[in-house]
Nanobody
């Protein structure tokens, strides 16, 4: 059974940095893309960043230039978040898509506050 487990969330001051990791357990084949979404209180879940199986990345306008997504050979993904703002506060979810399925992690809380 496939599981995605996020880690690295926490409380940080505005302007600070956090590094989120998503570790895969189980076997996922034919990954099309690995990504991150977030959901703030009272808001819908929104796209943050994605990296394709061949390494092409794209970002939401609100995080471009501040966040960087990467992946390793073990199919894990990392979201480096710099220059964090209070509006980045949300639960961050890891998302993997194959040609047949979609997998979600349980989420990790990121709070940006002074």
């Amino acid at each position: 059974q496939v599981q995605l487990v996020e880690s690295g969330g926490g409380l940080v001051q505005p302007g600070g940095s956090l590094r989120l990791s998503c570790v895969v357990s189980g076997t996922i084949r034919n990954i099309r893309a690995m990504g991150w979404f977030r959901q703030a209180p009272g808001k819908q879940r929104e796209f943050v960043a994605q990296i394709s199986s061949v390494g092409v990345s794209n970002y939401a306008d609100s995080v471009r230039g501040r966040f960087t997504i990467s992946k390793d050979s073990a199919k894990n993904t990392v979201l480096q978040m710099n220059s964090l703002k209070p509006e980045d506060t949300a639960v961050y979810y890891c998302n993997y898509r194959t040609y047949a399925n979609e997998f979600w992690g349980q989420g990790t809380q990121v709070t940006v506050s002074s």
